[in-house]
């Protein structure tokens, strides 16, 4: 049972083209004044579960055929080891194992949205058109998770 305010967690590596769209919907929803939280260390996940926060997670989500879409995922559908875009130290679902192992299963109250990207570097600083319509989907999703529990 989550007791703390939701937070967006936005995953992904700054310098790696369109590995960066949580970042981008993180700072997005920041400056809309959500609770929202950059980071490339999938890790920074742990405190805010042992809080008993509801994570909402934006991440890249390496698919080439199906970039630009984007996918709510269930926490249940990722096994340890699995990884969105393997630029992170922990996976995802390495974190998410570990977080309910120390703190227990009604400690881990998260929503993952994933934007499907066709590359993770090239341009490090320019995102893809299809990544850019991923961001702006993310956003919409991401709100109205939000603004339900508001």
Same mark, same amino acid.
């Given at each position: 049972?989550?007791? &703390?305010?939701?937070?967006?967690?936005?995953?992904?590596?700054?310098?790696?083209?369109?590995?960066?769209?949580?970042?981008?919907?993180? !700072? !997005?929803?920041?400056?809309?004044?959500?609770?929202?939280?950059?980071?490339?260390?999938?890790?920074?996940?742990?405190?805010?579960?042992?809080? +008993?926060?509801?994570?909402?997670?934006?991440?890249?989500? =390496?698919?080439?055929? !199906?970039?630009?879409?984007?996918?709510?995922?269930? +926490?249940?559908?990722?096994?340890?080891?699995?990884?969105?875009?393997?630029?992170?130290?922990?996976?995802?679902?390495?974190?998410?194992? =570990?977080?309910?192992?120390?703190? &227990?299963?009604?400690?881990?109250?998260?929503?993952?949205?994933?934007?499907?990207?066709? +590359?993770?570097?090239?341009?490090?600083?320019?995102?893809?058109? +299809?990544?850019?319509?991923?961001?702006?989907?993310?956003?919409?999703?991401? !709100? &109205?998770?939000?603004?339900?529990?508001?």
């Amino acid at each position: 049972m989550t007791t &703390g305010p939701d937070v967006v967690v936005g995953l992904g590596a700054a310098g790696a083209g369109d590995d960066a769209v949580g970042l981008f919907v993180a !700072r !997005r929803l920041a400056a809309e004044g959500f609770p929202a939280i950059e980071t490339s260390d999938a890790s920074l996940l742990l405190p805010l579960f042992e809080a +008993r926060r509801r994570v909402i997670l934006v991440d890249a989500w =390496l698919e080439p055929s !199906r970039a630009g879409e984007v996918v709510r995922f269930e +926490r249940e559908s990722l096994r340890a080891g699995d990884v969105f875009v393997s630029s992170h130290s922990l996976s995802v679902a390495d974190v998410l194992a =570990l977080a309910r192992a120390l703190y &227990g299963e009604d400690a881990v109250s998260v929503e993952i949205v994933g934007i499907a990207i066709d +590359r993770t570097c090239c341009v490090p600083s320019a995102l893809s058109a +299809r990544a850019i319509a991923g961001i702006e989907t993310a956003l919409e999703i991401v !709100r &109205g998770l939000l603004n339900e529990r508001r």
